[in-house]
């Protein structure tokens, strides 16, 4: 017997990934960044909108990764035991 994939844990993991890509593009308009790639012209907007990311994204894909172990590795031992 497999487990059943968590769609809404997909569907989570999908929209902070693609927010992260944008994220890092926006990085490239932000006035108070170092970032590697400048555009000449910066807009401060983008501090706040990637004060956003910088608070939420990295803790939130730890979280889902933590959700995704949680319910993958029970069956994966189970399986384990029973092809011994």
Not at 13 to 29: A, E, M
Not at 38 to 65: D, H, S
Request: aromatic share 12%; net charge neutral; charged share 15%.
């Amino acid at each position: 017997m497999t487990a059943a994939r968590r769609p809404g844990l997909d569907a989570i993991r999908l929209t902070v990934v693609l927010g992260l890509v944008f994220f890092d593009t926006s990085l490239v308009f932000d006035a108070r960044d170092d970032f590697y790639i400048k555009n000449p012209q910066t807009t401060e907007v983008t501090t706040y909108l990637a004060g956003l990311g910088v608070v939420w994204a990295m803790p939130a894909l730890f979280l889902i990764a933590g959700f995704g172990a949680w319910h993958s590795l029970p069956s994966a031992a189970t399986s384990h035991i029973r092809n011994s």
